[in-house]
């Protein structure tokens, strides 16, 4: 199987831009997903397929990709964003892994 | 209204086996595969595998196989995890979601806390 990296925590200030790296081998050829988890609630995917964001979810959000690393992008950090947040992709076998998670701190 | 709801929380006590159900409402069931999601207490999200909700096809990850089983009976739109041979590192938050790493719909399940004693 294969392994996603993320920091285990980033922290910014309101109003500023968040920044949260998954890297992993995987990520040259299969697609990710990015999901936030706010304490005590189910996960909440915010972005699909390294940019594409589902209906609902702020324009604030964005995802890019960039050889074997894909970035999640919080521009305009609200107090409502801090959560955690989770990448994931599949392998070519269709097992399908997480990142660690990256605590986002909201100073 | 898509609704994905899953049976009570569970106090087992290790050795002994688990079902887990996830009821669905509000869409054609077998449009999107089930995905079985857990988390156990203070740790990340863990893939236990999927089921394609249309022809029952399944597929686990590497370190539950042979202890984990999930079904599906179109007729109730209820899919179902078993895990057996629990032990205490099964405690955790399990969920259902559909079409996780496909993309949307995304709808989760509220979890069902599963708790393995000695």
């Known amino acids: 199987s294969f392994e996603l990296t993320q920091p285990p925590s980033v922290s910014v200030s309101p109003g500023e831009t968040a920044r949260i790296t998954c890297s992993g081998d995987a990520l040259a050829k299969q697609y990710a997903f990015w999901y936030l988890q706010r304490p005590g609630q189910a996960p909440v995917m915010v972005i699909y397929?390294?940019?594409e964001r589902p209906s609902g979810i702020p324009e604030r959000f964005s995802g890019s990709s960039s050889g074997t690393t894909v970035t999640l992008t919080i521009s305009g950090v609200q107090a409502e964003d801090e959560a955690d947040y989770y990448c994931?992709?599949?392998?070519?076998?269709?097992?399908?892994?997480f990142g660690g998670g990256t605590k986002l701190t909201v100073l | 209204q898509v609704q994905l709801v899953q049976s009570g929380a569970e106090v087992k006590k290790a050795g002994a086996s688990l079902k887990v159900s996830c009821k669905a409402s509000?869409?054609?069931?077998?449009?999107?595969?089930i995905t079985w999601v857990r988390q156990a207490p203070g740790q990340g999200l863990e893939w236990m595998g999927w089921?394609?909700?249309?022809?029952?096809?399944?597929k686990y990850v590497q370190k539950l196989q042979g202890r984990v089983t999930m079904t599906t009976d179109t007729t109730t739109s209820t899919a179902y995890m078993e895990l057996r041979g629990l032990i205490s590192d099964d405690t955790a938050m399990y969920y259902c979601?559909?079409?996780?790493?496909?993309?949307?719909?995304?709808?989760w399940g509220q979890g069902t806390l599963v708790t393995v004693s000695s």
């Open positions: 994931q992709s599949t392998d070519a076998s269709g097992t399908l892994v």
């Open positions: 397929k390294d940019t």
């Open positions: 979601v559909t079409n996780l790493g496909v993309g949307p719909p995304n709808y």
């Open positions: 089921i394609n909700t249309h022809n029952g096809n399944t």
């Open positions: 509000g869409y054609t069931f077998s449009n999107y595969g």
